[in-house]
Every structure is written in C-alpha cells, then in structure tokens.
C-alpha cells in the first residue's frame, strides 16, 4: 500500500463531504475522491452559468446546526447566508402568490389568491408546524437513521414514534380539509417534489419539505460551490486530504472487507480501514470485482427505479426583461398538464444589470419531449410566465443535451460548440441528469431505501439513495449516523468526541 488512511471517501455530495467533516474533526486521517464530482458552476468569457439548480432547504434542519456546531463553526457559516423575503413564489399564466416570512402579510396574499381559503390554509400550517417541531426534537437525537442492527431499529423506532403522519396512507391527513380539486394543494406539493430524491414519499416527508421551504428559505452568494468550499476547508484544517478532481477505479478487498482503493492513474492501492460512498450500494459493489456478492443479499436490497430525470437549463438575461417583483426562488406551474413543472431560481449575474436563471424541470421516465428538444420546451416554459424574456436574452445553456451554447449577444442566436466552453468548466459530452427514484419496497416508513452498510465490510453509503424522501436532509442523517458508526469503532476517538462536545461552542 502507498500511504493509509482511516476513512477514505467518494463523492463530493453534501452527505460524503458532511461526513469527511466530522471525522475529520474526530481525528480520523480522511481522504475525499471526486469520484466524477463536477462543481455545479462553470464559466464562459467571463458569464457564470450552472449545471445544477441549488437550494439549501436543509439550512434549518438540527442535523445542519449539530455539523456546524461540532464543526465550530456555526456563527461563522451564519454570516454567509442571506434570508429570503418572499420565501418562495408560484408562478403561472393566471395565478402569482408570494410566501413571505411575514404570517399576516401572507395570509392577506392567500386570502386574495384564493378568497375564502384563509381558514384552512392557517389550519394546515398550524398542523405543519407542529409536525415539524416534532421532527426537529427526533432528529436532533442521536440515532442511526435508518437503522441496520436490532439495537438501531430499537432506539431509532422509539424515536421514529413521536413522527406525525408518517402512516396517513396515500392522502395526507393534514389535506383532507381542500377539496381535491383546490390549487393550494398544488403549493404545498410542487415545492417538497423538487426538494425530494424519490417520487414516491409519505406524508410526513411532504409535511418536512414544505416545511423546509416556508421556515426561513436562505441563499448563499455561490450556490452550492459555497457550502462546498465550506465543508472542504473544514476537512483540510483538520488534516483530512481533499481531491476532488481524482477517483477511485477499485476497491481492494481481503476476506470480504475494505482495505484500500486504488485511484485512478496509480499502482499501488492507498490502504484504509473504511470505506464512505455517495454512489449507491450496487455502485461501490462495481467497483470492487474481487468480491463475490452472494446472490441473496442483493435480492434483499430494495429496488430503485428512475422514474424522473432533472433537466437542468441556464440563462444569462438583461435584468429589463425580468419582472421587478421576480425573487430568488419560484415555482412555474403550467396550464398543459404534457408541460413539465420549473423550478426557478435568481441570482446575480457576472455582468452589472444581468441575472442568472437556472431553471431545473422533471421529465418522467419515457417522456414524449426528447432531451435534445428539453432545452427549447423548458425555455418556453420560463418565457410563458416573463413575457418579455427572450428579447434580453443573453446566453442559454444545459449540460443534459449536448448542443452548443446560444449566444444572443449580437442580438442574433449564434451557437457555440462546447469545445469552446471547456475552459470554463463544461463537459464535451452531455451529462447525466439527475434521477429521481422510485423505491419498491419501502423501507423504513417510506423514508429510506438503501441502508447505510453495504454488504461489502466496512463500506458505508451516504448518497441520495439511503433516504431519499428526505433530500438533503436525508443525506445529512446519513452522515451523521455513518460518522457516529465509524467513531465507535475506536473507544479512544468516542471518548475524546464526548469531550469535545463538553466544550464546543452552543450555536
């Protein structure tokens, strides 16, 4: 072996990066791989433009606040944030409501938006907000989520108990009062669709969602790439080494557990005692072709289908073509029910008077819409709600679809190949979107899928697919359980970490 870590890590998704971070911060010698990773900025002659929409719904969760804490750091991220106000808006050709942080103000905009409303609009986020109080006080516990061993699931259900509407079945309990027809139904699912990572999820995850969206939204200056960076430095102040532009092509293993990887380009494999993955479980399996899967443990594993595809598109627009009251976050609802749904967001641009769009819009599995038309249709879709968009059009472009970058600036669309845009950052070839995942069975009330430990010893996953109701927030509770799983294994470290939070700052 050429050097030896204790943790060795691959991704750089908010749950691998979380993890490397805290056991880096437990002492544990952490080496972080890429493994593909891509920031989700990229450039070109000086325009940012993005390749994955980002919100940090996750800000307000205690499992965000437990890593910053432990991380010492929690007054210090908090200057990076900027609050939101409205939180969130939904727009379409004939319906515009802002949610702003302000209770009274939005009920005046619902009472408008839907007259007679108000009543059980405020019943339903009374109930919201007192199921989201209840998982803020599970999930500040520290458990394992979700649970493997029998001592786990004993701990973790007792927790999981105190949950709300975690069996209401295929209606959520907290709806029954909107007819089936009304459109804040529509409100209260569009926002937790795009927040999750599985298309089908219970009611007490759309209840989290929502939440997340309507307890104080916040942006950061760059997006993902800023917390990215964040966490990243945390790992090297703390010894931990970071290559994020490296991968792993194997996973070298001795009687059926981790003892190293093998990164890309080198001889020798760099030895480890545990393995931490955002791939999937079948995805750290490929890369270990030394060890022979027994049959029944993969029949064992949930099923994960990709049901829906993130078909990301950005633009670069004179801010004359933007409607003033446009916030940082919306939701465009179309009047065809064939036209996918959009997350938008707005950002500043790298040009005074320009803003950044980056739209992000689901297409099932088997749409009609071939990618290669994705980028036109999502576009419309933008310009349907900003009437005035396409004539301050600056430049348009998607990594999903492989066509050249549009170029408006001469006032004429011109079409630059990407061999062009390389420098900046962007791939030759399109990019795989993201999936969202259909889970059969469920698992774990309809929160998780794949557990944390891989069949394979001492390799754990903390990626979108262990609990993809949740999100970012499931990623995080992955973390979280992985670090603590890890740090037992070595009493010295627990005792020192027990220590550590005796004397951590009280965020």
């Given at each position: 072996m050429a050097k030896h870590y204790d943790v060795v890590v691959l991704g750089g998704s908010l749950g691998a990066l979380a993890t490397?971070?805290?056991?880096?911060?437990?002492?544990?010698?952490?080496?972080?791989?890429?493994?593909?990773?891509?920031?989700?900025?990229?450039?070109?002659?000086?325009?940012?433009?993005?390749?994955?929409?980002?919100?940090?719904?996750?800000?307000?969760s205690p499992v965000w606040s437990r890593v910053i804490i432990e991380l010492a750091q929690s007054q210090a991220f908090r200057k990076r944030v900027m609050a939101l106000d409205p939180m969130f808006q939904?727009?379409?050709?004939?319906?515009?409501?802002?949610?702003?942080?302000?209770?009274?103000?939005?009920?005046?905009?619902?009472?408008?938006?839907?007259?007679?409303?108000r009543?059980?609009?405020?019943?339903?986020?009374?109930?919201?907000?007192?199921?989201?109080?209840?998982?803020?006080?599970?999930?500040?516990?520290?458990?394992?989520?979700p649970p493997g061993t029998f001592w786990e699931r004993r701990e973790t259900e007792r927790i999981a108990e105190t949950l709300p509407h975690l069996d209401d079945g295929e209606v959520p309990s907290f709806l029954a009062q909107f007819p089936r027809d009304h459109g804040y139904r529509a409100l209260v699912e569009v926002p937790a669709v795009f927040a999750s990572h599985a298309t089908n999820f219970p009611s007490f995850a759309l209840a989290r969602l929502h939440g997340a969206f309507t307890r104080g939204l916040v942006r950061l200056a760059r997006g993902e790439d800023e917390v990215?960076?964040?966490?990243?430095?945390?790992?090297?102040?703390?010894?931990?080494?970071?290559?994020?532009?490296?991968?792993?092509?194997?996973?070298?293993?001795?009687?059926?557990?981790?003892?190293?990887?093998?990164r890309e380009g080198e001889a020798r494999a760099v030895g480890a005692n545990f393995l931490v993955s955002s791939l999937s479980t079948r995805g750290v399996v490929d890369l270990a072709p030394?060890?022979?899967?027994?049959?029944?443990?993969?029949?064992?594993?949930?099923?994960?289908?990709?049901?829906?595809?993130?078909?990301?598109?950005?633009?670069?627009?004179?801010?004359?073509?933007?409607?003033?009251?446009l916030g940082h976050e919306a939701f465009l609802l179309p009047d065809d029910a064939r036209l996918p749904r959009v997350h938008l967001t707005r950002g500043t641009g790298s040009e005074p008077g320009t803003s950044l769009l980056v739209a992000e819009a689901l297409f099932p599995d088997g749409?009609?819409?071939?990618?290669?038309?994705?980028?036109?249709?999502?576009?419309?879709?933008?310009?349907?709600?900003?009437p005035y968009l396409e004539q301050h059009l600056v430049l348009v472009d998607s990594p999903h679809d492989g066509l050249p970058l549009w170029d408006y600036r001469?006032?004429?669309?011109?079409?630059?190949?990407?061999?062009?845009?390389?420098s900046g950052g962007a791939s030759l070839e399109a990019e795989p979107m993201a999936a969202r995942w259909l889970v059969e069975p469920f698992h774990f009330h309809g929160l998780g899928a794949e557990p944390l430990r891989t069949p394979l010893g001492g390799a754990f996953i903390v990626g979108p697919t262990v609990l993809p109701a949740l999100g970012q927030e499931g990623e995080l509770l992955a973390a979280?359980?992985?670090?603590?799983?890890?740090?037992?294994?070595?009493?010295?470290?627990?005792?020192?970490?027990?220590?550590?939070?005796?004397?951590?700052?009280?965020?």
């Open positions: 490397a971070a805290l056991l880096a911060r437990r002492s544990w010698r952490v080496l972080v791989l890429g493994q593909g990773y891509r920031r989700s900025l990229y450039g070109f002659e000086g325009h940012t433009l993005a390749r994955r929409l980002f919100t940090f719904v996750s800000y307000t939904v727009l379409g050709k004939r319906l515009r409501l802002d949610v702003p942080p302000d209770a009274e103000l939005f009920g005046t905009y619902v009472e408008r938006v839907f007259p007679g409303s009543r059980i609009v405020d019943e339903l986020y009374m109930e919201l907000a007192r199921t989201n109080a209840s998982a803020d006080a599970a999930f500040e516990r520290d458990a394992v989520w990215v960076d964040f966490l990243v430095d945390r790992i090297r102040a703390h010894g931990g080494q970071v290559e994020l532009g490296e991968q792993a092509v194997r996973i070298a293993v001795k009687a059926g557990r981790v003892t190293g990887v093998l030394e060890f022979p899967l027994p049959r029944r443990v993969f029949a064992g594993l949930p099923e994960l289908f990709a049901r829906e595809f993130r078909f990301v598109l950005s633009a670069v627009v004179r801010d004359e073509g933007l409607a003033e009251p749409t009609a819409v071939p990618v290669v038309r994705a980028r036109q249709v999502v576009l419309d879709m933008v310009a349907g709600v900003l001469t006032g004429r669309r011109l079409e630059v190949e990407r061999a062009l845009l390389r979280w359980s992985v670090a603590r799983l890890i740090t037992r294994t070595d009493r010295a470290r627990e005792k020192m970490r027990r220590e550590l939070w005796s004397r951590v700052e009280i965020g």
